[in-house]
């Protein structure tokens, strides 16, 4: 669905390609910075994006990600590479063909919400079919329903700083959800937002994917946000990808000292299944469990009796076995 | 560079070696002084003699404004179109009975729901008709609308643009800058050579005088959109227009209409001295006022124009402050249609019925009983106020004036404004003063120019001994500022040149009225308010830190809070320098001599080649003393504070 290839971007300095150069030979952000006045923004970032799937990049400020999602929605231009939407390149459309796939295809919830705080909620939420030139009953129908679904009806008349951060953030995602697009960016959505309202939301946004799958790329600098909702998740350092994975891949297999960082302080058991801790081979009798299982899960089953567990595929054939020892070296990191 | 053997004290941002410099200058310049006592003033010859082509063109334009495609096709139309809408507008609003504009005024602020605002303000409306002076108040209106108009389209167009296109951005900033450095007076000028002399002329001046907070505030409106509103509009389709129009411009409304209240402000401030080219209105019967000696008329008619100030002020702030939208507290849809409906009607009734005129007189009543008073004041105290008068002229001003000009060497005064400039900021700094002073000397008006820079100095420094104390006092008591704001205020709208006709009546013609007295009563308003805001901007863990450290009231005051607010302070020293350039027009008026003495002979002579040369040495004043007061401002900046 979404093909990001060699995506580069480079602020000022006036010679992107020196910097890209500079860059390819392995010098640092800080020495391209000093020689060439460029800050690398996003370096040669390459992924792709599954229909249905929900992407995550998650990395700490300053790391790239809004420049690397801007990129994506064209808000500003690459430096080089491409953005391939269903095989077209995004780079390649001319302003009237990219406005034509902003209007049809692809939409975008910001993180401070970026509402328009001279217009009504309900004219918020129907701009997107105001610029197509729709008339006004039928957008504003559209638009109700939108705002019935993450249930904001009577606050339609309102305007958006009367509203909590939560709601404006609802707004915001109806504002997106209204023109049905299939490929949606979320730029730190939840990020502004109450740790409980934060849950909350990201609660709703995983039964909106289950009633009818998007393709979305989800920007986030919290690791158990991009765990929680993120299919796979890429990790950025200084404009670059460290690794891509899904969650248990990360949290399992970290690549770097940078990512690893990141995965210390999650409680690893809810995250792991019984399949990234098991010995594979042959298993050694004793109660079978799946190999999705979270480790969470068997901790009880292992205390329970003192046999290893058996782990079986999806086809019910056996494909390894856990201990206790397998996963004491878990249990230690939780409790300190 | 040589090398200090000790660290510099903390603070010391400058090598030592350069605390030497302004006192090796300083030398330099008493020795060439005295070199060169035998120079008089500026050399006759040296002239460029700037009139005689200025004069010659006025002349080829009398001649081909009709032949001519420039005239016929751009001068003429903008004239004609100017003309014809301030006559409709006048006239029309002349028609109005008298009591329609009070509604209408009334209506909009009440629109915001400050009910005693509105009723303040329809009051105030009705004020000018009161004191028949219903009609000049109306043309002073009308031209005011016109003039703001044009203002609004081709200030917001341009300010757009600027914050678009970020070189037209840069290329404009400083020109908008060097536009409201320069006097008002200076736009008098290229205006009755390009359109002769009557309304559109003074509306041409209005213009350009009061079009870069419009342009300025378009500008930063735009700016301050919230980026993620301008992304969010891209990310859904809208095209360049549908952007502009939809997400930028109606966010940047407030921002704009604010500008639009500082050009209406800009407008009114120089409605008095555009009656001298011809503007007509509340300002022509001012300038009669100073001319048959009626101090009482004049303030009369200067309270008219404050109404009317304040009333326009107070309308754009309604639009400025549209109070945040709560749907519960809306009003029903037919309130709005019904009061219009209900003022049209109440228009025609009074057009039909020919309620023109405000049905009481009272005009002359307000006048006399203040005419009484100062004529009583100007007998009893006559010895005194001749006392002041006298001393002041004679032993200060023209001993001052005398010394610029007769005992200092031109060259002197000029290698001594280059230094000043060289030791505050740099070259470039140093080669602007010099060459202004080359310039303006090269104008024919070297004497006049100095003379108008003693009394320019004076008066700034009369105004920054009262502004600063009591920006002082107002930044430290909350009670004060309150108390003194509404009175700033006040000073600040009546028009500059009533004060000079109050004074005038009471001291007789000399500097002192125009060029002291209304000078500084119109310089402190701003001088204080400047100081007071750096006052309060002290940081308050400084003070904190002082006091913990045992500082007194006093060693809190002369440590911490001036040196923290010295760079506020010289911006009130620059606010009140700019004012009293500006008010130099005031003084010639009124009998101060020197350079407001030419322009005012060169506009009531018509002599528009004089005007300019004139014109070219305010503007340059102007700007030599802001740029030197600026970079005095950044110089002495703490240098934590320049980064
Ligand atoms: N318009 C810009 N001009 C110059 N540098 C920028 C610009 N936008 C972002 N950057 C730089 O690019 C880097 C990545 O920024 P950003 O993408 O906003 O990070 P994140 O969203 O991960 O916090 C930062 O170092 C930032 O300073
Ligand atoms: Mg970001």
Redesign the pocket.
């Given at each position: 669905m979404i093909d990001v290839s060699h995506v580069w971007?480079v602020?000022?300095g006036g010679h992107p390609q020196r910097a890209i150069q500079m860059a390819d030979q392995g010098h640092s952000r800080a020495d391209i910075q000093a020689a060439t006045g460029s800050?690398?923004?996003?370096r040669d970032v390459s992924f792709s994006v599954q229909r249905g799937e929900t992407f995550v990049v998650m990395?700490?400020?300053?790391?790239?990600?809004?420049?690397?999602i801007?990129c994506m929605s064209r808000l500003?231009e690459p430096s080089g590479g491409s953005v391939g939407i269903d095989g077209v390149n995004l780079l390649d459309m001319n302003d009237e063909d990219l406005r034509t796939i902003r209007r049809t295809k692809m939409s975008m919830v910001f993180q401070h919400f970026g509402l328009f705080p001279h217009r009504r909620v309900i004219d918020n939420c129907a701009y997107g079919l105001e610029v197509q030139g729709i008339p006004k009953a039928e957008r504003h129908a559209r638009a109700a329903e939108m705002l019935a679904t993450v249930g904001l009806t009577e606050w339609a008349n309102h305007y958006p700083q009367q509203l909590s951060g939560g709601m404006q953030q609802r707004v915001g995602i109806a504002r997106a959800l209204v023109l049905d697009p299939e490929i949606l960016y979320f730029?730190?959505p939840f990020s502004a937002l109450d740790p409980l309202i934060r849950r909350d939301m990201q609660n709703e946004l995983i039964a909106l994917q289950a009633r009818r799958p998007r393709t979305i790329v989800f920007?986030t600098?919290d690791f158990a946000e991009a765990l929680r909702l993120g299919n796979r998740i890429a990790i950025?350092k200084d404009?670059a990808i460290d690794q891509i994975g899904t969650p248990e891949e990360i949290v399992a297999h970290p690549a770097t000292d940078y990512v690893r960082e990141f995965t210390t302080d999650i409680p690893k058991t809810k995250v792991l299944t019984a399949s990234a801790v098991m010995r594979p081979g042959q298993a050694l009798g004793g109660r079978q469990v799946a190999a999705t299982t979270k480790v969470a899960a068997l901790i009880p089953l292992l205390f329970a009796d003192a046999a290893p567990l058996s782990v079986i595929d999806d086809d019910g054939h056996v494909i390894g076995s856990v201990a206790r020892e397998d996963i004491s070296h878990l249990l230690e990191d939780e409790a300190r | 560079m040589t090398t200090t053997i000790e660290a510099p004290p903390a603070g010391e941002h400058r090598p030592a070696r350069w605390r030497l410099v302004p006192a090796i200058g300083l030398g330099m310049l008493v020795v060439l002084g005295l070199a060169l006592s035998a120079v008089d003033g500026w050399p006759a010859n040296w002239n460029m003699n700037l009139r005689n082509p200025i004069d010659d063109f006025q002349s080829w334009i009398i001649d081909h404004k009709t032949d001519n495609p420039f005239w016929k096709f751009f001068f003429t139309p903008i004239s004609s179109f100017i003309e014809g809408s301030f006559n409709t507008l006048s006239d029309q609003l002349k028609l109005l009975p008298w009591y329609a504009l009070a509604l209408i005024a009334f209506a909009t602020i009440a629109r915001t729901r400050k009910w005693g605002s509105a009723v303040v303000v329809g009051l105030l409306m009705l004020f000018p008709g009161a004191v028949g002076l219903w009609n000049p108040t109306m043309e002073t209106l009308a031209l005011l609308m016109v003039a703001v108009a044009i203002c609004i389209v081709v200030g917001v167009p341009l300010g757009v643009l600027a914050a678009l296109n970020h070189r037209f951005g840069s290329l404009i900033r400083p020109l908008l800058d060097a536009m409201q450095t320069v006097p008002s007076t200076v736009y008098l000028v290229p205006s009755i050579l390009f359109f002769s002399i009557g309304r559109v002329p003074a509306a041409v001046a209005m213009v350009l005088f009061a079009l870069p907070p419009v342009v300025r505030l378009t500008t930063l409106g735009i700016n301050g959109v919230p980026p993620e509103t301008v992304d969010a509009g891209h990310v859904f389709g809208s095209s360049r227009r549908q952007l502009l129009f939809n997400v930028q411009l109606p966010q940047a409304i407030p921002s704009i209409a604010t500008g639009v209240n500082q050009t209406i402000n800009l407008g009114i401030g120089i409605v008095v001295i555009a009656a001298l080219i011809g503007a007509g209105g509340l300002g022509q019967e001012a300038l009669d006022s100073l001319r048959t000696r009626s101090p009482g008329r004049g303030l009369v008619i200067g309270a008219a124009l404050v109404a009317l100030a304040i009333v326009l002020d107070r309308i754009a702030r309604s639009f400025i402050e549209r109070t945040t939208p709560d749907p519960g507290a809306r009003q029903p849809r037919w309130v709005a249609p019904t009061v219009i409906i209900a003022i049209v009607a109440l228009v025609i009734v009074g057009r039909a019925a020919g309620w023109l005129d405000f049905p009481l007189h009272w005009g002359v009543k307000w006048a006399d009983p203040f005419d009484h008073f100062l004529t009583w004041a100007r007998d009893t105290f006559r010895h005194q106020i001749a006392w002041v008068n006298d001393h002041f002229v004679a032993d200060v001003y023209l001993r001052l004036a005398d010394f610029f000009t007769n005992a200092l060497a031109w060259p002197v005064i000029i290698l001594a404004g280059a230094a000043l400039g060289l030791w505050l900021k740099g070259w470039g700094l140093a080669g602007f003063c010099a060459t202004s002073g080359v310039i303006i000397g090269l104008t024919g008006f070297w004497t006049p120019a100095l003379q108008t820079t003693v009394q320019v100095l004076l008066a700034s420094i009369i105004a920054t001994l009262i502004a600063v104390p009591l920006g002082i006092w107002a930044g430290r008591r909350p009670r004060v500022e309150r108390v003194l704001l509404p009175v700033l205020d006040a000073l600040q709208t009546v028009p500059s040149l009533i004060y000079a006709i109050i004074f005038v009546y009471l001291i007789g013609v000399s500097m002192v009225p125009g060029g002291i007295i209304a000078s500084v009563l119109y310089a402190i308003a701003p001088g204080i308010r400047v100081t007071a805001l750096g006052i309060k901007a002290v940081p308050e863990s400084a003070i904190e830190a002082a006091t913990v450290f045992g500082a007194t009231p006093r060693q809190v005051m002369f440590g911490i809070r001036i040196p923290l607010s010295l760079p506020a302070l010289i911006v009130a020293l620059n606010q009140v320098l700019l004012i009293t350039v500006s008010m130099v027009i005031i003084a010639g008026l009124t009998g101060g001599g020197a350079l407001g003495y030419e322009v005012v002979d060169a506009f009531t002579g018509n002599h528009v080649g004089k005007g300019f040369e004139v014109a070219i040495a305010l503007a340059l004043m102007a700007m030599m003393l802001d740029r030197l007061t600026q970079a005095f401002a950044v110089r002495f900046q703490p240098p934590a504070a320049t980064r």
């Open positions: 971007k602020f000022g800050t690398i923004g996003v990395g700490l400020s300053g790391s790239g990600k809004s420049t690397l801007r500003i730029d730190e920007i600098h950025m404009g | -």
